[in-house]
Structure formats: structure tokens, C-alpha cells
């Protein structure tokens, strides 16, 4: 009997097989193990669902190894198949294999006939309906920041105000990071703070992004030390007269007050009832344009162009 779902890349929020495996474990009440893991060796019928070209090389060559050494004691589910040689060892060392689709079936068949044909369900982690709400909090980050204490007194001032709200996560990604799981974890935290008035929407274009700053109650962005001059995310929200909820310290933008164009979590007692949030996002929105939008940075710097 099957006593594990064996996989390669463990983080459901990146990689769609380890979202199936995530499932799959659920439904059969079995524990996710990476095929890396010292921990495979306390089973003793592991499912290896995978697709092998997202292995590296070194990792193939340790799969083909353990397979090798672990003929029939472990069952395949194939999302894929290239016909390398590594590939070929290890459907013949499986117990049993299971194709995801017929396509594979059929070309897999001639050399294991006992092949058993399936299928992948649909895989939302997440089928949430959006909820209409008086408040809707946007909230624009770069994973790994999410500073959950803040997010706990913001919670606190939504909850304060006896109005319904949504919080709604995006994230953005530098090059070459990714979901790791301090991520997840974080998230993990937000959605234990607002349970199911927290939807995650993933990485969006700029595009999704100005709609949804456009829609948003507030932008709320927190920061390791302050808000400063530089940080486009909360540009943006005030360019379009989102009303932002952030954190300021000494070296936080000239001109930016608390609850003159801005909301200081770290000294905010209440949040404003509707008209003074419009007020809020209206004065934001003046002083995005007037200094801190794209003419008065050109006109500082044209001086210093050689024509």
C-alpha cells in the first residue's frame, strides 16, 4: 500500500505538480516527502509523482540510483515523459506506473503493459468567493517583507470600526527569488489574523494592480524601518488617490503628515470614517503629482543631460 506522496518541488504556491501532490496527500490522508529527503526512508511504498525535466542533473542521477536500488518498493504517477535513459530505468524499477493522460498511456504501454491510465483533477487551493465589503484593504509587497506585528494592529483598527473588510495580497518577486516557504509561512500568519477575509492574488500586472488601487479603501504597505522616498508601490497608490496605511520615521518622505495625506499605523487611534478617507487619498494624490511625480524628478535631472 502506497505510504507517501513522494515529490520534487514541495512549494504548492510555485509549482503546479507539488499543488496536485498537496491534494492528492489531503485526499489520501498520506504525508508530502521530498524525493531528496532523508525522511523517504521511513516509508516503505513511496508514490514518486513527478516530471523529470524539472530535476537537475546531479538530482536525476540520485533518483536513478535510489530507483535502482529500490526496484518494485516504490509506485510511479508520470506527469511527463522524455524517454531518457534515466527516465526508461526508472519505469522499469517501478512497482506500478500511472499515466497521467492517454497520450502517455499510449506511448508508455508497449514497454510496461500493465500501465494504469488516469487523470489530474482541477487543482484551486483556494476556491474562495470574493466577498463584498464596506473596506477593501490592497496590500503590494515583495515576498519575505511581510511584517506580520503591523498587520496584527491593522487588524485591530478594521475590527475597531464594526464595518465588514477584505484584505486582498499580491506580491512581487525580485529577480532571480521565488515563493520560498518564509513566505508561505507568512502568508500562513496573515490568513490567521483575518481568516477568510484574506484572499491571495498572486503576482499581478500593473495593469491589476492600478484597478486594484483604484477599488482599495487603503493601500496598506509596512516597512522594516519607514516609508521612504523611493518606494513605488506607495507612489503609485497615492498617484491614484488610494488612501495608504504605512509606518514613518525620521527619513520618510518631506511633505508626507500623518492623517493629512497619510495614515501612520504606529499612531493612528482610529481609522477615518469615508469622507475623511477620500480627504486623505484626495491630499495624497496632490502631493504625488505636485512633488514626487515624474515632472519634478525630470526637471531636477534635465539640467545635468548632455544634448
Not at 489531503?26 to 525535466?53: F, Q
Not at 496573515?190 to 483604484?214: E, H, I, K
Request: overall charge negative; hydrophobic content about 40%; aromatic content about 10%.
Amino acid at each position: 500500500m502506497i505510504d507517501c506522496i513522494a515529490g520534487y518541488h514541495l512549494n504548492p504556491w510555485t509549482c503546479g505538480i507539488a499543488k496536485f501532490n498537496a491534494i492528492l496527500s489531503r485526499h489520501l490522508e498520506l504525508p508530502v516527502v521530498g524525493i531528496r529527503a532523508v525522511e523517504l526512508g521511513a516509508y516503505t511504498r513511496p508514490l514518486l509523482s513527478i516530471k523529470m525535466e524539472e530535476f537537475s542533473n546531479d538530482d536525476a542521477a540520485d533518483l536513478d540510483m535510489w530507483s535502482q536500488a529500490h526496484r518494485g518498493g516504490f509506485e510511479l504517477f508520470l506527469h511527463a515523459f522524455h524517454h531518457t535513459e534515466i527516465e526508461q530505468r526508472l519505469l522499469a524499477a517501478a512497482g506500478r506506473v500511472y499515466c497521467g493522460n492517454a497520450e502517455l498511456f499510449r506511448d508508455l504501454s508497449p514497454a510496461r503493459p500493465d500501465l494504469v491510465e488516469l487523470f489530474c483533477p482541477g487543482t484551486l487551493l483556494g476556491p474562495q468567493r470574493f466577498q463584498e465589503s464596506e473596506i477593501k484593504v490592497f496590500t503590494f509587497g515583495m515576498a519575505h517583507k511581510i511584517r506580520v506585528p503591523l498587520y496584527r494592529r491593522l487588524r485591530d483598527l478594521l475590527e475597531a470600526t464594526g464595518r465588514s473588510y477584505s484584505v486582498y495580497v499580491s506580491t512581487a518577486l525580485h529577480e532571480n527569488t521565488g515563493f520560498d516557504d518564509s513566505f508561505v509561512v507568512r502568508f500562513e500568519e496573515l490568513q490567521g489574523l483575518f481568516g477568510g477575509r484574506v484572499y491571495f492574488m498572486g503576482y499581478l500586472s500593473d495593469t491589476a494592480v492600478y484597478n486594484q488601487l483604484v477599488d482599495a479603501t487603503f493601500l496598506a504597505a509596512f516597512f522594516e524601518r519607514g516609508l521612504r522616498a523611493n518606494n513605488t508601490t506607495v507612489n503609485a497608490a497615492m498617484e491614484c488617490g488610494c488612501t495608504v496605511i504605512t509606518n514613518l520615521d525620521d527619513h520618510s518622505p518631506a511633505g508626507i503628515v500623518h492623517m493629512k495625506n497619510i495614515i501612520d499605523i504606529n499612531r493612528v487611534e482610529r481609522l477615518p470614517e469615508a469622507e475623511e478617507t477620500a480627504r486623505i487619498g484626495s491630499e495624497a494624490r496632490a502631493i504625488a503629482r505636485d512633488r514626487y511625480g515624474w515632472e519634478q524628478l525630470v526637471a531636477q535631472l534635465r539640467p545635468t543631460v548632455r544634448i
